[in-house]
């Protein structure tokens, strides 16, 4: 196969990546000169050999010498009575940048299919326990933060289920983000699901 | 003005359309048979005729003979201890489908604008004050239930303003939809606004 | 059924509107006064009175007391060697806009689906055939204007077959709008065919 | 800059790609493991090191021991006589793939803006005319396509200029390829000019 069609297979795997926009990023990356093309190759490498995985969080990060934590979770002002269970390094990007947690993180890997048969090996739930053990004596309150789909409230049924007896023995409190109207929402568009939670967690 | 043209206009005024489509609107007439574009003409007849406004929620409503109050208002096993305020009428209409809400409803006829100088002559709000009085003994909460978005929230801001003290009197709770992820919403995509509220209320 | 129901079914009816919008229509009907609901009632009911098909072209157009025929079949200074043959009433209307044709216009009234078995009864070919004969001494162009589809390719070919041979009788020649890149296009996206026209038509 | 910043800038040139969902290629790279991306870094390090510009298209092509030209220049079953000019690297890879064309490509790098105060650096025009030159024994047609929008018509208005004299005196026709209906196009949307192309140059 041709370094062209390769770069293509490659580009067609990116989220929200069809065949024929990977072409053309192949293409784009053609036209650029060589310099440009080294530097790309280079960007790439480095993220290869910069890229560890937190022991805590389970988290994609970048080197910085402290290996093995990631910075969030070595962060000693953050509050150590929280922690978030998210189900993709992306979402824990995208909570920590809207600044309104200010506990740790957790990433699950993955959020469960209905019927997922290996439910262990597709997320971190032993790994999730074993953390949550080993922060009882500090850990107050567990916020299972998945998308408002079927997989994800499935995920969290499954993940509920299973922390639950640690979890009160303990005295860790688990929650789920509040459901309701979404910032912008219209009510006239409004699902019939989301209007009942909106009505029930009415404030 | 040609017919055509006034049609065109008058479509032009529906909600979502622009000119192109209203003029496609008007061919399809045209294109139509006779007796179509008669039958066409009749039904928005009927509806002028039949169309009333409630005298209790200020929808409007098919006629039926019981002329004044629509069946809603009308409706005796439904729960007057709960009043829900809205602006629109298809804001009660997506409600109401949704079959989560069993109390009665009010609808305000707009929302405000931040600057609007004659918020009284916008909006219901001496026919909403008037209604909650005379309904004073067996309200107990009242729903005030805009989009989410600034227009919305400043209507809440001053219904309530306008409300609270008759409401306090009355022991009338006044409430808002709860906020926070929509059903379907993913984490990746939610705005810190959202993100807040979902924390803040997390179940 | 209600007036409601009825309107919006027949809202459902016109082009590009979806049950969802048609409700929304209906709404819209009715938060308006009564006044603005007779107007648009009259209005419609205004075309129904004044449309009338032109027996020339078989257009509908605006009655306006010189009765049969419409005002551009009526119109003396345009170019009577020209004839073009459109399907629909809006493509008539989409060309006569663009001011590009000078002749007279024919509307067969629908295209013919690959398998139509009674294409006679779909449209308008002996319409189209008899007025061919009518203007034989006038005449010296026919252009058949379809879309650029497989069912416009295919009237245009049953078209074609059928005035073939009274065409060549009369000396009048049988045209297509010329094929190949649309104003605008952008070669990259250009699709197979589209840059085989433009190859083979190159100028 | 971490490596995270720096390659969200570069998949942000990338065509078609905002701030947001470069930083979603990031997390994707981040959360493979590092031999998949050793395997995109590897494969975006061939495409450098085999990346080569052709010296009679001045297209980009991959390196397969004939250095120097391309395989279609090198490829002397095709049609001497006829020569496209493109604007673009994807525009010859578009032509190519719908097999329309059988002559040869010359890339001209990029368009004219219509006030493009230095023609000359912006588009290989004195490259063009020397490769015309070079092989004017045997080139009867230059086709100049570009997109047909104002940068395009301007460019091949420039191109025409430019190389018309030494044309002329070659015997070399300078052409435009077809412009109407593209495929697929319907009448009732098509804009003016094109309306006015394809009657211009109806079949």
Avoid: W
């Amino acid at each position: 196969m041709s370094s062209i069609d390769k770069l293509t297979d490659i580009f067609k795997s990116f989220p929200g990546i069809g065949p024929r926009q990977a072409r053309r990023f192949v293409y784009h990356l053609l036209s650029k000169n060589t310099e440009e093309i080294s530097e790309f190759a280079s960007a790439v490498e480095s993220l290869r050999k910069e890229s560890r995985q937190c022991g805590e969080c389970f988290g994609f990060y970048l080197s910085d010498g402290n290996e093995g934590i990631c910075p969030v979770c070595r962060d000693d002002s953050r509050d150590k009575s929280s922690l978030m269970v998210l189900a993709k390094d992306v979402d824990m990007e995208t909570v920590e940048k809207s600044r309104v947690f200010k506990g740790f993180y957790f990433v699950l890997g993955n959020t469960l299919a209905i019927l997922e048969k290996e439910p262990e090996r597709k997320i971190r739930i032993s790994e999730l326990i074993n953390r949550m053990s080993r922060q009882s004596s500090t850990l107050k309150e567990v916020v299972l933060a998945f998308n408002l789909n079927p997989e994800g409230e499935h995920t969290a049924e499954y993940v509920k289920e299973r922390i639950r007896s640690m979890a009160e023995q303990a005295g860790i409190k688990i929650t789920l983000p509040g459901r309701g109207l979404s910032s912008g929402a219209e009510l006239e568009y409004a699902d019939s699901k989301t209007l009942e939670n909106a009505l029930k967690n009415r404030e």
